[in-house]
Each structure stands twice: as C-alpha cells, then as structure tokens.
C-alpha cells in the first residue's frame, strides 16, 4: 500500500508504516531540518515543503494511505486555546482538502489529546462531508513500553460504507492495534533509539547542521511513536489481507 505522509517531520509515521509492509512515496514537510533527514533516509521518495500548495495531481502515483500528525500548538492545553481556528493548526483545512483530492482507501491521523475537546468534532465533520467515516482512540506511548506517558489521539478513516461486510461491522482498527502493542513492547527503546540515530550527523543542502541539539530535542518531540504507527499498520494490512497469513500456510503445505 502506497502511503503519502503530510506534517512527515523526521519519519516516525513512515518508519511505523513500513515495517508493517507499506511504503511511502511522498513526503511533505516545511522544516529544512527534516526535510535533511527523510532526503537521507528516503533519498529516492520526493519531499514537498508546503502543505498549503501540494495538491493530489503533484504526487504523480496511486495512494491508498495519507498519514500525517497536523500541528497541535493551537490545539495543545499549553497553547491560547484557539483550536482550528489557529494559524497552524488550522492546516488541518490543507490535510482535509488533500484528502477529498487524493481519496485514499485510509487516513491516519494523530494529535494531542486534547484534540477531543479542542476540535474533534470538526475534523470528523471535515470528514464526513468528503465522505469519510471515522473511527478515535487515544492510546499513550508508555503502551509500547516507553518510559513516558505522550498520551495521543490517533483517528483512522475510510470511505463511508468501505468497511461494512454485509450488516456487520467490521472490527475497530485502532482496538487491534492497540490490543497488539504488548507485542512491540520488548523493543520499544531499540526502535525509539533508531529515531535518535537518523538524526546524528546530517547535513542540509544550504549547510544547516542538523545534528544540533536544539533540532534532535524539537524533531523528537514532534514525531510520532512509531512502534503505535506500525500496529495501526499492520491492523489494516491484516483488514486488507486476512486470508494472506493462510494462503502462505496453504502454499507451505503444498509444497511439502
């Protein structure tokens, strides 16, 4: 699955994604500092710097996933409180817009917590009016193991109807994949460790050194856990194949 990654900062969501088997092909991020990282560690996969002017036709090949964490400083209780309706969390209104031009299979979505009272509404309605369903779940890092709460709210949606079989619901994306977070736990401090490691010793194209403390501490703290982003991966992979792991086993057998 093809997956286009909005507010990409350093890769945490790609990361995540792509140990779950997807692959991005298209990032989109305004900081020159991330830009350096994910031209580093995706050198062949195109990054726009402006969300505002990326419209769908640039990217230039099928998407079936958009994923990206829109800024949350107008959203965040240590913010003004002005929600949506702030300068940048306002963006929002970008990542909506891209979404009904591209019309992915998914979108996933993350933010701080207080999203739910600061704006959830909005962005569902948003949503619904591109006619996207969604589903909401707050889930921390420390599930993965973390030694840090980072309580989050992570939101996957898909075309309205895409998930009903016959009259029955299908089961909740995000409840896999948290249920399936224990299962990352052991590895919890490599993975976060590898994060810190893409950020060491790069340099930008106009000589900004992107090795700096001050970058590493802000980069950090904006991206996503990715071990969270890996088990939402892999539930709608699963969603997409669940007869993949058996057909394997099947051809396996065959073959003895």
Not at 50 to 69: C, E, F, P, R
Not at 191 to 198: G, Q, T
């Amino acid at each position: 699955m093809n997956v286009l990654s909005l507010f990409s900062g350093i890769g945490g969501f790609s990361l995540g994604l792509g140990r779950a088997g997807m692959r991005t092909v298209a990032f989109c991020e305004i900081e020159p500092y991330c830009r350096a990282v994910l031209r580093k560690h995706w050198p062949n996969i195109p990054v726009f710097p402006d969300v505002t002017k990326l419209n769908g036709s640039d990217i230039g090949t099928a998407v079936d996933v958009i994923s990206g964490g829109f800024p949350c400083q107008d959203v965040s209780i240590a913010g003004k409180g002005l929600g949506l309706a702030g300068e940048r969390s306002g963006l929002w209104k970008d990542f909506a817009r891209i979404i009904g031009e591209v019309r992915p299979r998914y979108v996933i979505l993350e933010n701080v917590s207080a999203l739910l009272y600061r704006g959830l509404g909005d962005v569902l309605g948003d949503l619904a009016q591109i006619g996207y369903d969604g589903e909401w779940r707050c889930i921390p890092a420390s599930k993965t193991g973390l030694p840090h709460r980072r309580d989050r709210l992570w939101i996957v949606a898909y075309p309205r109807g895409s998930r009903l079989s016959g009259h029955i619901e299908r089961p909740s994306i995000l409840e896999s994949a948290e249920a399936a977070l224990p299962k990352f736990g052991h590895a919890a401090a490599g993975a976060w460790r590898s994060l810190d490691n893409v950020i060491d010793g790069l340099r930008s194209s106009d000589g900004l050194s992107v090795g700096a403390h001050r970058y590493r501490i802000k980069a950090l703290g904006n991206t996503v856990c990715p071990q969270i982003t890996e088990a939402i991966g892999r539930a709608i992979m699963k969603m997409e194949h669940p007869d993949e792991k058996k057909a394997i086993q099947d051809q396996t057998s065959a073959s003895r």
